[in-house]
């Protein structure tokens, strides 16, 4: 059984910092590419950031250019990261970790998927 846990949310102020944590449990790890998904009320899920098996990582366009997201994954503890900075209320969503055998960008491509975990930036 695969399973994807969240953790790392809450509610912070405009500018603050969070890292999320992804842990992984009957996942061939290095097999797998890991994604962050966002989903906001009324929005539809869109993709964040990935990492590959070896390290490689994308950063959605939207976020890229802000510089704020960074990505990270660690293999020892079969658990992958998401560090946010500078958090504005547009950040706002459930943020969902998911896996895939190759690093997609579509929700759709992605085998599973955890129960989410709630960021909240206040103005």
């Known amino acids: 059984q695969v399973q994807l846990a969240e953790s790392g949310g809450g509610l912070v102020q405009a500018g603050d910092s969070l890292r999320l944590s992804c842990a992984a449990s009957g996942l061939p790890w290095r097999g797998y590419a890991l994604g962050w998904f966002r989903q906001a009320p009324g929005k539809e899920r869109e993709f964040v950031a990935g990492i590959n098996s070896r390290g490689g990582s994308i950063i959605s366009y939207t976020e890229s250019e802000k510089g704020r997201f960074t990505i990270s994954r660690d293999n020892v503890k079969d658990t992958v990261y998401l560090q946010m900075n500078s958090l504005k209320p547009e950040d706002t969503a459930v943020y969902y970790c998911?896996?895939?055998?190759?690093?997609?960008?579509?929700?759709?491509?992605?085998?599973?998927w955890g129960q989410g975990t709630q960021v909240t930036v206040s103005s």
């Open positions: 998911a896996a895939a055998r190759q690093l997609y960008q579509k929700r759709e491509e992605y085998d599973f």
